[in-house]
């Protein structure tokens, strides 16, 4: 393998690894959720404080979606699975 195609296999290495890192934990508007059940399980699933949640819930109602946690892939599934049992529309991107 040449100098060259080392050096490319690990910048792609380096994106690869870059994008596992970068993943967003998006939450998702519905019409159907007050703003205090949003709040409440933000605070209890992502560990967010009152106000990081009250300000994500009204990102959330006012754009129809906001990134609520960034992180690894592996860190955001758990969230985004207790976020769906409680009857939250959420995603990873």
């Not at 300000?55 to 009204?58: A, G, V």
């Given at each position: 393998m040449s100098n060259q195609e080392k050096t490319h296999k690990q910048e792609k290495e380096?994106?690869?690894t870059e994008k596992s890192l970068n993943k967003f934990l998006?939450?998702?508007n519905d019409?159907?959720?007050s703003f205090d059940y949003v709040i409440d399980a933000l605070i209890?699933?992502?560990k967010h404080d009152t106000e990081q949640a009250v300000?994500?819930?009204?990102l959330v109602h006012y754009k129809g979606k906001a990134d609520v946690k960034k992180g690894k892939y592996t860190t955001l599934k758990?969230?985004?699975q207790q976020l769906?049992?409680?009857d939250l529309k959420a995603t990873i991107e």
């Open positions: 380096i994106v690869l998006v939450l998702h019409d159907y959720h209890d699933v992502c300000q994500c819930t009204y758990p969230m985004m769906r049992k409680k």
